[in-house]
């Protein structure tokens, strides 16, 4: 399973874009991208999945390069709602397992 | 609601004792997984079913944790002879597998365990 490393906390101001950047060299040909968003004590939340180039929701948008041995997950302007744990994770297209890292802790502040 | 429920939301238990917890997935949901989550930490994998199957299993699992899907439904976990050390967030989550398509998780809520 690819391991991913991204940033262990970030903080922000209510208004303003945030990106995450994920880095996962050893991605495969068959992996995807996923972001899940995590308030505490409740169980992660999905946000955003993708496998090359850009994807947007209504949530979030997430820019893969072509070499897709990283990605960013982009928040257009955060709110204080938006402070939680964003993990991003790799993930295969047969099941594997998720593999989840430490996350970053956003912090958006007023 | 037609997300995933999980039951207790908390439990306190003394060591020792005996806890089991369910998970009710998503509605024709074929997977469903366990994982457990300490504070600070990204959510660990237990194990998961596909359908009633139970396919993969971590070595976290110890020998004192037994989880199960009798009609490819709900699950429980149970452990026994709990220790303070078990003392974490339990999570389920289930999804959809369909083939090469790529599968979402959804989580449930989870539930809180300590052990005194």
């Known amino acids: 399973l690819a391991k991913t490393t991204q940033p262990i906390s970030m903080d922000s101001y209510e208004g303003q874009e945030v990106n995450i950047t994920c880095s996962h060299n050893n991605i495969a040909t068959n992996d995807y991208i996923t972001w899940y968003q995590q308030f505490p004590s409740q169980g992660p939340r999905f946000i955003i999945q993708?496998?090359?180039t850009k994807v947007t929701n209504e949530v979030a948008s997430l820019f893969i390069p072509a070499d897709r041995k990283s990605s960013t997950l982009s928040l257009p302007r955060v709110s204080l709602s938006d402070t939680a744990v964003y993990y991003c994770?790799?993930?295969?297209?047969?099941?594997?397992?998720?593999?989840f890292g430490p996350g970053t802790r956003l912090s958006v502040l007023p | 609601d037609t997300g995933v429920s999980q039951n207790p939301r908390h439990k306190i238990t003394k060591r020792g004792q005996n806890v089991t917890f369910r998970c009710d997935p998503i509605?024709?949901?074929?997977?469903l997984y366990w994982y457990r989550q300490t504070l600070g930490q990204g959510p660990e994998f237990l194990t998961y079913?596909?359908?009633?199957?139970?396919?993969?299993k971590s070595r976290l699992l110890s020998d004192r944790f037994s989880a199960e899907r009798p009609k490819g439904s709900f699950s429980t976990l149970e452990i026994q002879r709990t220790e303070q050390g078990d003392s974490a967030m339990y999570l389920c989550?289930?999804?959809?597998?369909?083939?090469?398509?790529?599968?979402?998780?959804?989580f449930g809520p989870g539930t809180r365990l300590l052990v005194l």
């Open positions: 993708g496998y090359k």
């Open positions: 994770l790799v993930v295969g297209s047969y099941g594997q397992n998720f593999v």
């Open positions: 989550a289930s999804s959809l597998s369909a083939g090469i398509i790529q599968e979402t998780q959804y």
């Open positions: 509605s024709e949901h074929n997977r």
């Open positions: 079913f596909q359908n009633e199957a139970q396919l993969e």
